[in-house]
């Protein structure tokens, strides 16, 4: 596990890939971009079991859950977890989002993106998109945690 240094203010932010996903490239990529913007980040690399995510992120309490997924099985896992991750009263409320190759059959998939939000994400950003819409989603939660 690997924690980025960040100026006052930012936000404490788990990075994180689904259990079945072994690349680690947009991980790094992810806590690179947030340390850039000012955030303290704890990189929990590649295949990580849903009870090392659980453990962690109770032991951390973080100010956003950052799920990556480059291998397509992203939506699939993502429905597994985010229940897990709601069941737990200390991260019931914990910013989640979750973003990739989230399918294999492409993005653009309207169901796979609104059943992940039903599920209890609270962004989704499929593969092919620009980094803007993430980029101003942190810049919002940052804004909320600072009132």
């Avoid at 609270?122 to 600072?146: I, K, M």
């Amino acid at each position: 596990m690997e924690h980025g240094n960040a100026e006052d203010g930012g936000l404490d932010v788990v990075v994180t890939t689904v259990a079945s996903d072994s690349h680690t490239w947009n991980l790094v990529f992810l806590q690179l971009l947030l340390e850039e913007m000012g955030h303290r980040v704890t990189n929990l690399g590649a295949c990580v079991p849903d009870a090392l995510l659980l453990s962690e992120c109770r032991r951390i309490v973080p100010d956003l859950i950052v799920i990556s997924s480059v291998n397509g099985h992203g939506h699939q896992e993502g429905l597994r977890v985010i229940p897990a991750l709601r069941a737990c009263p200390e991260l019931r409320r914990t910013p989640t989002v979750i973003g990739g190759k989230l399918g294999i059959a492409g993005a653009d998939d309207p169901d796979r993106e609104r059943s992940l939000l039903s599920a209890g994400f609270d962004a989704v950003f499929e593969e092919g998109g620009s980094v803007a819409p993430f980029r101003e989603f942190v810049d919002g939660l940052r804004s909320r945690v600072l009132l």
